[in-house]
């Protein structure tokens, strides 16, 4: 049995905008992304920090489980997820 995590499918994603440190032009980078090329001058545009699956997933407590669930979100302020 193959195993497809939730999360994977496109209609869970979110966009932010980001601004390019180059030129000023506002780029959509959306939650499975690190980064994305800036359309007016080819400067790369990199989130401020990698994204987890964990914040914005909507089947991420699904896949942890409510326990684990409970958990890493009561530890989020003292550690890093990744």
Not at 30 to 42: A, D, L, Q, W
Not at 50 to 58: E, K, R, V
Request: with cysteine.
């Amino acid at each position: 049995m193959r195993v497809h995590c939730p999360g994977q499918d496109n209609r869970w994603l979110r966009v932010e905008l980001y601004k390019c440190p180059n030129c000023g032009a506002e780029e959509e980078i959306f939650s499975n992304e690190t980064r994305v090329k800036c359309h007016e001058c080819g400067e790369w545009i990199y989130k401020e920090k990698l994204p987890s699956c964990i914040n914005w997933c909507a089947a991420a407590r699904q896949c942890l489980g409510e326990e684990r669930w409970k958990q890493v979100k009561g530890s989020e302020g003292s550690a890093e997820l990744t």
